[in-house]
């Protein structure tokens, strides 16, 4: 099992910046790739970022490249997005995601993932 707790998110004006935070446990955090997603109302959940387990390889979305940045603390177990540059619609809840046991890598589909966060609100005002 695998606990994903986000926080960070608030309102910002356009063109501001967040930094938001995802804290894991109960699995072995270095093991295995994480990502980002998001979700607008009305809207499906989208791919924002994702990252492997050491942290060397990183992919984005086209519409965040350049702007937001995926990292990770394995000493920690804590992985976070810096958001900078936002844009109205950047605003969504954002989830922390986790491969299901068995599955190491990231990738930009949810169905690769298992484990999610709560989500945290992310309001870009214009």
């Known amino acids: 099992q695998v606990q994903l707790v986000e926080s960070g998110g608030g309102l910002v004006q356009a063109g501001g910046s967040l930094r938001l935070s995802c804290a894991a446990s109960?699995?072995?955090?270095?093991?295995?790739?994480m990502g980002w997603f998001r979700q607008a109302p009305g809207k499906e959940r989208e791919f924002v970022a994702a990252?492997?387990?050491?942290?060397?390889?990183?992919n984005y979305a086209d519409s965040v490249k350049g702007r937001f940045t995926i990292s990770r603390d394995n000493a920690n177990n804590m992985m976070y997005l810096q958001m900078n540059s936002l844009k109205p619609e950047d605003t969504a809840v954002y989830y922390c995601?986790?491969?299901?046991?068995?599955?190491?890598?990231?990738?930009?589909?949810?169905?690769?993932?298992?484990?999610w966060g709560q989500g945290t609100q992310v309001t870009v005002s214009s």
């Open positions: 995601a986790a491969p299901p046991m068995g599955r190491i890598t990231a990738g930009s589909q949810t169905y690769e993932y298992g484990y």
């Open positions: 109960g699995r072995t955090f270095s093991a295995y790739g």
């Open positions: 990252i492997s387990w050491s942290g060397a390889n990183t």
